[in-house]
């Protein structure tokens, strides 16, 4: 017997919402019920999470900025270390090869307090045997001294991150490309790389929010970032649950989002091998 038009219609309706539905992150749902969750505390509750909001409101900006200049810093120095480790060049490859090794053997706390203490104090002993006056007066700014820490120390990172995405292109390419008169540097920045980062995508985006998470760290450089805004509320009004409940709810919506639009790009620079 025959189908009627209706009965073969509906499955392929069905079929179109399904694909749609599945094309949705679903893990924004969770972004949401996050937000939700905050502004449900701060509209029943404004006292005291109204008020901590309000106070660490200006801590999260400065989270957000310091963690993206530092990334940006990171993905160029990063790129240079990559580029470094996989040199034919001996000299070039060793000095990136320590400089890895050694970064990445010390906390990333203790490199910021290096930064933020130690570094000036070498700079002002310069200034004294130099007889350099700008040297002596040299003050260390928090923010500065924090983003140069943190650029430094996930550079080394995501050096060995460069590495791994340019030593998975097969050899060949290179060799294509060098048969069709391009120098290294142009098959390197034309066919390499661009390879290369789509493969690295997934642990760049997985560096970033953990960097996000680690710049909680320059609290103790005197950065007054949403860590640090956090310990000055409890400090003056003694509600340690309620602070830190807000404070890791704000954090869990910075590094939620961050990964959702790195799961975005990595689904639209894909491509199929």
């Known amino acids: 017997m025959q189908k009627t038009p209706e009965l073969e219609e509906t499955p392929k309706r069905e079929n179109g919402f399904h ?10 749902l969770l972004v949401a019920i996050v937000v939700l969750l905050i502004i449900l505390l701060v509209t029943t509750k404004p006292d005291p999470y109204n008020r901590i909001l309000k106070f660490v409101g200006d801590g999260i900006w400065v ?31 060793g000095i990136a090869s320590v400089y890895v090794e050694v970064v990445r053997g010390v906390p990333l706390l203790v490199q910021l307090i290096i930064w933020y203490f130690a570094f000036p104090a070498m700079v002002k ?3 004294h045997a130099w ?4 040297f002596i007066d040299y003050k260390a700014n928090p923010i500065v001294m924090a983003i140069l820490g943190m650029t430094v120390c996930y550079a ?11 030593e998975s292109i097969p050899k060949g390419q290179m060799e294509a490309a060098r048969s069709l008169g391009m120098t290294y540097f142009q098959a390197m920045g034309h066919v390499i790389l661009p390879q290369a980062i ?7 985006g997985n560096e970033f929010v953990t960097l996000l998470k680690d710049s909680s760290l320059v609290s103790v450089v005197a950065v007054a970032d949403l860590t640090r805004r956090g310990r000055e509320f409890m400090a003056a009004n003694f509600i340690p649950i309620q602070t830190w409940m807000m404070v890791a709810l704000l954090y869990l919506v910075m590094t939620l989002v961050a990964a959702r639009v790195v799961k975005w790009l990595e689904k639209h620079s894909r491509y199929e091998r």
């Open 19 to 28: 694909k749609k539905f599945k094309d949705i992150d679903q893990w924004w």
């Open 63 to 93: 989270t957000l900025y310091t963690t993206l200049i530092s990334f940006a810093l990171v993905l160029v120095l990063g790129l240079f270390g990559g580029l470094g480790r996989t040199s034919h060049n001996k000299i070039i490859r």
């Open 125 to 127: 002993d310069l200034g």
């Open 131 to 134: 007889n350099i006056q700008a």
């Open 156 to 166: 080394a990172y995501m050096s060995e991150v460069y590495r791994a995405g340019i």
């Open 198 to 204: 789509r493969v690295i995508l997934p642990p760049i």
